[in-house]
């Protein structure tokens, strides 16, 4: 299953971010998903609590996002939405296309529990760099 393999690559993307915070807890995990990534995103979800057992990210909820398929026409040059087997242009129809997005796996952001001066429990949100996995 290469959805664990990509979700303990995952993990250790967010654990270095929850020690670069100095996290307690990792609470939420956002990720962006198109639908040519490779990646199911269902397998994903049942990947996450056996790849997160044992971190500070154990129990952390998963947010997705699935992003459009977008190609960039050579022929008109708009940027279009397309469907995935049909990758034409959705102004002219032609099929000289570039893909624009729609294969990416980007870690958007994770929430996480720290510590304050109180010792209170607050929440720190930390957006990612658009970066794929």
Do not use: K, W
């Given at each position: 299953m290469?959805?664990?393999?990509?979700?303990?690559?995952?993990i250790e993307q967010v654990e270095a971010i929850a020690r670069e915070q100095a996290a307690q807890q990792v609470l939420l995990i956002?990720?962006?998903?198109?639908?040519?990534?490779?990646?199911e995103p269902r397998l994903l979800e049942q990947a996450l609590p056996f790849a997160s057992a044992g971190?500070?990210?154990?129990?952390?909820?998963?947010?997705i996002d699935y992003l459009p398929v977008r190609v960039l026409c050579q022929a008109c040059g708009n940027t279009t939405e397309a469907m995935p087997s049909r990758l034409t242009?959705?102004?002219?129809?032609?099929?000289?296309?570039t893909l624009v997005s729609g294969d990416e796996?980007?870690?958007?952001?994770?929430?996480?529990?720290v510590a304050t001066e109180n010792q209170r429990q607050e929440v720190a949100r930390c957006a990612t760099p658009a970066a794929a996995t």
């Amino acid at each position: 299953m290469h959805e664990l393999s990509l979700c303990q690559a995952l993990i250790e993307q967010v654990e270095a971010i929850a020690r670069e915070q100095a996290a307690q807890q990792v609470l939420l995990i956002h990720l962006a998903i198109g639908p040519l990534s490779g990646v199911e995103p269902r397998l994903l979800e049942q990947a996450l609590p056996f790849a997160s057992a044992g971190t500070i990210a154990a129990g952390a909820g998963l947010v997705i996002d699935y992003l459009p398929v977008r190609v960039l026409c050579q022929a008109c040059g708009n940027t279009t939405e397309a469907m995935p087997s049909r990758l034409t242009c959705g102004d002219c129809g032609d099929s000289r296309t570039t893909l624009v997005s729609g294969d990416e796996l980007l870690l958007m952001r994770v929430e996480l529990a720290v510590a304050t001066e109180n010792q209170r429990q607050e929440v720190a949100r930390c957006a990612t760099p658009a970066a794929a996995t």
